[in-house]
């Protein structure tokens, strides 16, 4: 499909009183602009044109992040005067140089509409019967949204306003404007010089299109998405959390659909690009955010959030935090424990309560069960962690590797300098400071001669 996408994304957005562009506010960890492009994307648009203009840099750099690897290429084009919809379009034309096929315009808040949607919207512009389509929708509540008015033929005769409506319109006309449009380019390119600003704001607004080409003898309609939610936007922070509840509910309910078990639907957030395998029981309070896969059979949560995290079968990660982190199979993790980016769990490895793991590998069934920090470090198989124990791998300028051999026992509260080795089947007493490398099968044992001073507790009374 040689559609064009021409995503608005330019708008203040001062409803949403913020510091940042409204299209960056995020659904499920996701900024709204991607869900958008995603869509167009999905929807098999060749070219999908972003108009920027409040906070652009922020924008740009969200898309150039997003998109860098992306096979079809983002670009942006910014209205330095932001003078209305259709203003915006003829920006994005006239510095696209976009002259033929469909033309979707989409708004840059409207996080729910699907590729599919997108998809049949440009084929209604596709035969050129059509000069242009108005995206439409039946929302429960209509109220704020224009109206769409229709005459005997089904063509639409107007939009009206919702601060135009008479009481008799605001409840008979139930057909609403979602505020997209589908064009046909080459109509759309000859004729958006048309359109003026002979209104009270002095904008140049995009539905005035329609009525041009209608006068110019061309015929234009509806298509009605029979999804209401795929044409709502976000204008406030109410708007936001509402949206993401419904986005959370479709991605559950797919989730559920496809074998996956979640204790209480309501209490779990998983991004638009995390999966789930069959059989993975889900509790409250989990949240997986971008790009985060987990297996077959594992317990999630409660409590566990995990964003760019590859997880494999069998995995129990209970209030598990996560990040960038690769968790192999017949993992468990928790409760309570802090992956950091860099982490490699092998299998059958076991990482326990108040643990912070760091830019290291713990290796094939290695344990490092509780009270620990193991960072920059490499862990053979097998080993085992007292509890208390660390990686000292800063200096306070350079960080310092560790290793650690095979089925080495390390002592409770010891503590590993590095750089240092700790060989394969070694033990490290409990207490102990290692500083210098220890060889396989050595014991290594750093602590001073224990002191007794008998009668100490009354000497110390008598101090006090």
Known sequence: MNATAIILAAGEGTRMKSNHAKVSHKILGKPMIQWVVDATIQAGCERVIVVVGSHADEVRSILDQAYAQSSVQIETVEQAERLGTG?????????????????????????????????????????????????????????????????????????????????????ELLECNAGC???????????????????AQGEYYLPDMLEILKSAGHAVGIYHCEDYRDGLGVNSRAQLAQLTAIARDRINNQLMAQGVTFIDPAQAWIGPDATIGRDTVVWPQTHLIGSTHVGEDCQLGPNTRLTNVVAGDRCSLDETVGIDAVIENDVTCGPRCYLRPGTHLLDRAHVGTHVEIKKSTIGEGSKVPHL???GDTTMGAGVNIGAGSITCNYDGKNKHATTIGDRTFIGSDTMMVAPVNIGSDAITGAGGTITKDVPDGALAIERTDQRIIEGYTELRRARL
Request: net charge negative.
């Open 87 to 171: 203003h915006a379009v003829r920006v994005a034309l006239g510095a696209c140089n976009v002259t033929s096929g469909p033309v979707v315009v989409l708004n840059g808040d409207l996080p729910l509409i699907q590729a599919e949607t997108v998809r049949m919207f440009a084929q209604t512009v596709a035969d050129g019967k059509l000069a242009a389509t108005v995206l439409t929708m039946t929302p429960p509540d209509p109220f704020g949204y224009g109206r769409i008015e229709l005459d005997a033929d089904g063509v639409i005769a107007r939009i009206i306003e919702q601060k135009d409506c008479t009481p008799q319109q605001a409840e």
């Open 181 to 199: 449009y589908a064009f046909d380019g080459a109509l759309l390119s000859r004729h958006i010089g048309d359109v003026t600003c002979n209104n």
């Open 372 to 374: 620990s920090y193991i």
